[in-house]
């Protein structure tokens, strides 16, 4: 046996084939980024999965969701935190009722900047190149970030993984035009 007859025509096909698929679905999945959930009038709720930093990252999502918990659109409501990290699951626990397992896959990802965030994200977006569950990833940029973003912000945008990104400081909205600028949310 040669090395010649290991690499058969078919072979090759199917490899070129497969390479090409997942290609074409890596493309299409950033060409989505970036558009509404559902467009229709009548919004169903997503179920979120919010992602705790510790220290300030904690304060300025608990601000971000004192005003997501005006409006139903984003329950239920699953929280993340680092192992390490049980000041957060007890804010979290204050500011709901109910802090649920996760059993299924949410249909949002919402974070802001701590480290934690980038491999759930990732992982959100992977589940969308193989088709196991399309997740979208909200991005909130902290308010500290006036010039330019944190190494998570930074690598969410360029890489596309978030679907939607949203900035506090009119100035990055100028500077990354692909974000959303939403004033303060502190």
Aim: aromatic residues 10%; charged residues 15%.
């Amino acid at each position: 046996m040669t090395i010649a007859s290991l690499f058969t025509p078919s072979i090759i096909t199917i490899t070129v084939s497969v390479v090409l698929i997942a290609i074409t679905r890596v493309f299409y999945i950033l060409c989505q980024s970036g558009k509404p959930l559902y467009p229709s009038k009548s919004p169903k709720p997503l179920s979120t999965l919010i992602v705790l930093g510790s220290g300030g990252h904690t304060a300025e999502m608990i601000n971000v969701l004192n005003v997501l918990l005006l409006k139903d659109r984003f329950c239920p409501r699953f929280y993340v935190a680092a192992g390490t990290d049980n000041m957060s699951l007890q804010k979290a626990h204050l500011l709901e009722e109910n802090v649920f397992n996760l059993n299924e896959g949410p249909q949002v990802v919402l974070c802001n900047g701590p480290g934690t965030c980038v491999p759930l994200c990732v992982i959100a977006f992977l589940f969308k190149v193989v088709g196991v569950r399309w997740s979208s990833v909200f991005y909130v940029e902290s308010i500290a970030r006036v010039r330019k973003l944190s190494l998570s912000g930074l690598l969410l945008y360029k890489l596309r993984i978030a679907d939607q990104f949203f900035v506090q400081w009119p100035q990055l909205q100028r500077k990354y035009p692909r974000a959303h600028y939403v004033g303060c949310l502190m």
